[in-house]
């Protein structure tokens, strides 16, 4: 046994290794955290047991996961999406749990020994319902798909499923009630259910607008912090006392906060909680695994797999294809979202321990959804190559829509590619309507294309990181492609293609800053737009102009940083805030080093040191609070102190050079 600080940090360690392992490989952390459960839980090393303490861990995890669920509930957006959500989400939600049922009374009829009662198919049926959302929507975020067809409908089926967790957190305890109370236990569940949700969102409303507004007006971050986790916890707390679920509260105190002013400042207060004890949950999750078992049973688990991936996949395909989806769209819809989900394993733990399943079954079906949690990446980078093997009216569709588009392109000469048809691309071709210069645009969100087309754009669907919508869009005849869309794989994916069709075509590419300048350059781009930069260029200009320097020297001065390529914009003081998201990429950046006494560069001249084999430069250098104009044969001095711009190793090397 393990004492609360002991248990907690041995999680947070192999939490930490887990993540690392997972992230190396390109793989969710999710199934990091997964991993590490199943490794230290009771059934492999041992390191951790299934305690009181990690339960604990586990619901707190749950009641952040349900309060950012609660926090991203738009009654806006399920406005919009009514008939994905309420149409085909609930349809594949009921649907899935209707066949989980009746494959377990078959179960039961086939082989008696292998009972299923209805309540625990009902529950598994609850977790085989689930997607994960934090796979899918990073993936289709990656691929730019997120407002595409296939991408609404799936965001549509996910939004759904992470409201019925809401019904099924109730329902699920209930039935592990006797069949004579059931009708009775679900009735007063449903109306306590209802009546604490209705006192809670009758007056909570306007008590929590005027509470935060309270809160906020006394400007202290950390009793803002304070107020947020009192009333995510409070609130859980209420509906538990209610006889009803922590995590209902903590959707419900979402789902209040959302509506108001500072739901954008609690989401990113909140993250790290809900991240770090929701890590610890799923760590909890895998400690439950028995890998001996599962190794024994390998076949069953294998065919835990297989059947549900293929039975979730063709509901969702064939409701898609119901609800007016063509082949493709319904197919890509369900290869998505075939796997098991997040919400799977909440569920998954409630019915254990209700007592529903028996827990060899629990075991197995724990296996299952892990590794089909694994193949969904795969499954989702593919699915372009599955469709088009299998559809054979998509092979079909699509070279309609690339006729349509070269048909539309066939007369227009020496005209601009827009790559991205958002707001970047539609200023852009605003600007080239009004210089009478030809254009025609490429974009993936088909009901802006629908509209822009409406208003007489010249724009079509199609994706520019494929050859065939490049060479449908003329790109032989064009002048220049401007990509906008400020993603660097994808440009990149464009720039190979471009070098590869029309390698004598300008290529001008967005970037949100210079970290990827010298990439994007060597891949062939003409130019590449900096958005920070440019912002930092616009900025200057303005200020100098308010100053009273003279316009025109002023855009000679922005001119100049554009001919350089902005390289001496390039490279900034990194702070304690400049952590990058991405730590593989390498940042440019500015590093002061003073010479004390005794550093090896004293007394020696700056070309002899040889700085520039490190990879960094000096940009200045400063002695006595003036700079120097300097040279290759410049002696340094005690106090110097140079300013070195590079990359971080490059840096690090120079700085040691010098001391």
């Not at 793989?27 to 230290?40: F, K, N, T």
């Not at 969702?316 to 294809?321: C, F, G, M, S, V």
């Not at 060899?360 to 593919?382: D, H, K, R, T």
Request: aromatic fraction near 6%; include cysteine; proline fraction near 3%.
């Amino acid at each position: 046994m393990h004492s609360g600080l002991e248990l907690t940090l041995l999680l947070l360690g192999c939490a930490v290794l887990g993540v690392v392992a997972f992230r190396m490989l390109q793989l969710p952390p999710m199934l990091g955290y997964l991993a590490v459960g199943v490794l230290i839980g009771p059934h492999a090393l041992a390191l951790a047991d299934d305690s009181p303490a990690t339960h604990t861990l586990a619901e707190f995890g749950v009641v952040f996961l349900m309060f950012s669920i609660g926090l991203e509930f738009s009654l806006a957006q399920l406005k919009s999406m009514r008939r994905i959500v309420f149409g085909l989400g609930l349809a594949q939600v009921v649907l899935t749990i209707v066949a989980a049922m009746g494959f377990g009374l078959f179960i039961s009829w086939w082989a008696p020994t292998l009972h299923v009662s209805w309540q625990a198919a009902f529950a598994l049926g609850g977790a085989l319902a689930m997607s994960s959302t934090a796979i899918v929507v990073k993936m289709l975020t990656e691929r730019l798909e997120l407002e595409s067809e296939h991408g609404r409908r799936i965001i549509g089926i996910l939004l759904f499923q992470d409201l019925a967790v809401v019904p099924l957190l109730i329902m699920i305890p209930s039935l592990s009630r006797p069949a004579e109370d059931l009708a009775v236990t679900l009735g007063w569940a449903a109306l306590k259910a209802a009546a604490v949700l209705a006192l809670l969102l009758f007056f909570g409303q306007k008590l929590m607008r005027k509470w935060f507004t309270v809160v906020v007006k006394r400007r202290s971050q950390e009793l803002f912090m304070l107020n947020l986790l009192l009333v995510t916890l409070g609130l859980a707390w209420v509906t538990e006392q209610a006889g009803l679920s922590l995590a209902l509260g903590a959707f419900v105190a979402g789902m209040l906060i959302s509506e108001t002013q500072y739901k954008h400042q609690v989401e990113e207060d909140i993250k790290p909680f809900r991240d770090v004890l929701l890590g610890l949950f799923f760590i909890t999750v895998g400690m439950l695994l028995n890998v001996g078992l599962v190794l024994q049973h390998w076949w069953v688990v294998l065919a835990l797999v297989i059947f549900p991936v293929l039975l979730k996949f063709a509901i969702i395909a064939l409701l898609a294809k119901a609800f007016g989806s063509s082949d493709g769209v319904a197919m890509r819809t369900g290869l998505a979202l075939a796997q098991a989900g997040e919400f799977g394993f909440v569920l998954l733990n409630l019915a254990m321990g209700s007592k529903l399943v028996d827990p060899f079954l629990i075991q197995l079906v724990l296996a299952s959804m892990v590794l089909s949690m694994l193949l969904a990446p795969f499954m989702i980078e593919n699915m372009d190559r599955i469709v088009m093997k299998v559809a054979a009216n998509e092979w079909m569709m699509q070279s309609l829509q690339l006729t349509q588009l070269a048909s539309r392109t066939m007369k227009t000469q020496k005209h601009v590619i827009v790559a991205g048809f958002g707001r970047s691309g539609q200023s852009l071709a605003n600007l080239l309507s009004e210089e009478k210069l030809p254009w025609y645009a490429l974009d993936l969100d088909p009901e802006r294309v629908q509209e822009a087309q409406s208003a007489g754009a010249n724009v079509s669907y199609g994706d520019a990181a494929r050859r065939e919508s490049l060479i449908a869009a003329g790109i032989h005849r064009a002048s220049a492609l401007v990509i906008t869309f400020a993603d660097t794989r994808l440009a990149l994916k464009v720039l190979h293609l471009v070098h590869e069709l029309a390698p004598n075509l300008a290529v001008i590419v967005r970037s949100h800053d210079d970290r990827d300048l010298d990439v994007l350059k060597k891949a062939g781009a003409t130019e590449v737009v900096p958005e920070a930069l440019e912002s930092s260029l616009m900025l200057a200009s303005h200020a100098l102009v308010t100053m009273g320097v003279p316009l025109r020297r002023v855009v000679h001065r922005v001119q100049a940083a554009r001919d350089e390529r902005y390289a001496s914009l390039r490279g900034y003081f990194h702070g304690a805030s400049d952590v990058s998201d991405d730590p593989e990429h390498a940042h440019v950046r500015l590093h002061s080093v003073t010479l004390r006494e005794g550093a090896a560069a004293i007394g020696r001249a700056l070309g002899e040191l040889a700085l520039g084999d490190t990879g960094a430069e000096v940009t200045t250098l400063r002695r006595g609070g003036q700079s120097l104009s300097f040279d290759p044969a410049t002696l340094l001095l005690a106090g110097d102190v140079l300013v070195l711009r590079g990359v971080g190793e490059a840096v690090d090397r120079a700085e040691s050079r010098l001391s």
